[in-house]
């Protein structure tokens, strides 16, 4: 029989932190239970049919392939809403160490079937855009529970386009280098704007230890004394004084994460 490719949509959802160490294998399983509950509940809402639905166990995850009868627009809506719908009702009741936070793609491309399942390079990118650093990075920056990531095709034949309720203007570009893959692709962090990061501490007062030390990591107790201010003859002009108090060092949020292009 002649090999010849299947065109599929692709879909991975991957929990962050399965494998820790804290967490027992009774909860491990309740989170796959809850992974599986939210995914087919969304797939219900969003009016996916089974019967075109191909899911694959990944361990800590899950790897869902669509047949073309299922438009790739609607992985990301209506899909993505009611994922992060039932993934915050999930969290609600959920202990801390059964709490889910996820990394998601969605791609598309031709895959080649045989006697042991699909492979094909298609499938190869969407895991190396799941696992790329700037994604995980991302997951563990915001106060979201959800990252998702997008092949440079999905955006350019799907997302740009605005169709139906997607907005292109909250996807940021990203460049993912990870083994063999070299590629653009495009990040979304759902429910918090474009970019959804936790905001930076407020500013601190230095010392000339913290502006000195760099592993000082709290602002003092006490606040830095200044010296009285000197009377000021009634003779000279006030115009041009400017009487220094204590120096402001704003604290920034940065990302790390192996990114080389635009972001």
Known sequence: MRAEPEHRGILALDIQGFGRLERTNLTRARMRTGLHRILGNAMTAARIDPEHVEQTECGDGVLVLLRPQVSKARLLHPLLPRLLTGLARYNRTAPDAARLRLRVVVHAGELLRDAHGITGED????????????????LTQTVADLVLIVSDAIYQGIVKHGYGRIDPAVFQPVWV????????????????????????????????????????????????RLPPPQPIPTTTPLAGRRLSGTWQIPAYAYVQGRVQGPV
């Open 123 to 138: 499938l190869i990118l969407a895991f190396r855009l799941l696992d790329a650093d700037v994604v995980r990075a991302r």
């Open 177 to 224: 280098n990870a083994k063999e893959t070299n590629a653009r692709a495009w990040l979304h962090i759902p429910g918090t704007g474009c970019q959804g990061m936790k905001p930076a501490p407020a500013p601190v007062a230095a010392t000339s230890q913290s502006l000195t030390d760099p592993h000082q990591s709290e602002a003092p107790t006490l606040p830095v």
